[in-house]
């Protein structure tokens, strides 16, 4: 029956087309197919007979050319060739997914005996995780955090801060200066202290205000105890009717949340500050415990001493005016303190260099994990 339809294809097809052709072609192709050792293999298969300019697309392009009376023979045979190769190009193809998955399964095999591998560790540094302590803790008193530029003008660091040009004051700062753009220099400067927000919030904000701003600054020295850039927090409430009595009870909450203990006692010495009037720096007891400071008890205590951790005061009228405020109607306080050396007094630290040196040593040791975020219901701080 093959050899008939051959012969009669043979006979019928004036088409180039002879029946060795068809059937060494079909051979061919067959045998390609099943032969394809990769899907690249059996995709350049795949083109070369159904392809656009593939043989057999080629072939039923001349269906059209044949006699009516013969086309439905000729175009069944076509076809049938198609749908051949079309069914051995889809066998050998799965054929070769289940060979290629079966090699991934083989490859992949997980020994389940091997210990785990090590993760990858960072860790927070102990300045961030003392700053959002301290967030935590004012956040909890109605504090908001407020941020200013660590790159600020004269104005705001100094002027506005009842410190104006030639102020003795501004000596004690060893202020970092941009050179000015006119040559004259001076106008623009590392800030020295976060104090520039109290009146960057005043301005913004207006009254009544309670902010903190933690933050980089900046200053000229270094030592064991002070580096050129160092970190501070300032807090600013601005009300009516403050007086000394809030501000005292606010750092006595403040520290004792800070420092996780009840026995905080703190002392209060008359300062100077020229933002604040009166200004007072806040004295912490402490006693020494196996060669660290470990904060708690009155300074006056048998084994106790003083130490001073905050500056602070009645914000000054000149101040309230600078921010935009009637200093008639609005009072306030302000306090500012090192959060390096806060963090060092909570955390045990000597050496304030070894912060910014980026050891992973000394971050390994001193860090927190990432998933320790200070709450005050879970507790505002423990190292990892
Ligand atoms: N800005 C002061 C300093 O850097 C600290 C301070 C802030 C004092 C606010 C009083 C009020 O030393």
């Known amino acids: 029956m093959e050899d008939v ?14 029946s060795e052709q068809y059937h060494s072609t079909r051979r061919k192709i067959l045998q390609a197919i099943e032969e394809a050792g990769t899907l690249v293999d059996l ?11 593939g043989v057999v697309s080629q072939w039923l392009k001349l269906i059209g050319t044949v006699p009516p009376e013969n086309r439905p023979f000729v175009s069944s045979r076509f076809n049938r060739l198609k749908d051949e190769i079309t069914s051995a190009l889809a066998a050998r193809r799965a054929m070769l997914e289940a060979a290629a998955l079966d090699a991934r399964l083989a490859a992949e095999t997980i020994d389940l005996s091997l210990p785990a591998p090590e993760a990858p560790k960072g860790s927070v540094h102990p300045i961030s995780q003392v700053m959002d302590e301290l967030a935590e803790i004012f956040a909890d008193m109605g504090f908001a955090v407020a941020t200013g530029p660590e790159i600020e003008d004269d104005w705001h660091n100094f002027t506005a801060l009842n410190m104006p040009e030639s102020h003795p004051a501004r000596a004690m700062h060893d202020t970092f200066y941009f050179p000015d753009r006119n040559g004259g220099g001076r106008e623009m400067l590392l800030r020295t202290h976060t104090s ?9 904000q207006g009254a009544p205000l309670r902010v903190i701003a933690p933050g980089r600054v900046y200053r000229s020295d270094s030592d064991a105890t002070h580096t050129p850039m160092f970190h501070q927090i300032e807090g600013l409430v601005i009300d ?11 750092l006595e909450t403040f520290l004792k949340a800070f420092f996780e203990r009840d026995d905080i006692v703190l002392r209060l010495r008359p300062s100077y500050f020229p933002f604040t009037e009166p200004s007072v720096e806040v004295d912490v007891g402490y006693a020494n ?8 008890g009155s300074g006056d205590a048998p084994g106790h001493a003083w130490m001073e951790v905050l500056g602070s005061g009645m914000v000054n009228r000149r ?12 009072q306030g306080f302000a306090f500012g303190t090192g959060v390096d050396r806060l963090a060092m007094l909570k955390y045990g630290m000597d050496d304030l260099r070894a912060f910014f040196d980026g050891d992973v040593r000394w971050l390994s040791h001193y860090g927190f994990s990432a998933l320790d975020v200070p709450t005050l219901s879970g507790g505002v701080g423990m190292p990892v």
Not at 289 to 296: D, I, K, L, M, S
């Open 240 to 250: 009516k009717g403050i007086h000394l009595g809030h501000l005292k009870w606010t």
């Open 289 to 296: 415990e196996g060669g660290r400071r470990v904060v708690g």
């Open 5 to 18: 339809e051959l012969r009669k294809l043979d006979e019928i097809l004036d088409l180039g087309v002879t």
């Open 319 to 330: 101040v309230i005016e600078a921010g935009g405020l009637d200093p008639d109607a609005w």
């Open 196 to 204: 520039p927000v109290q009146i960057r919030s005043m301005l913004a």
């Open 43 to 53: 995709e350049r298969e795949r083109i070369a007979s159904l392809g656009k300019a």
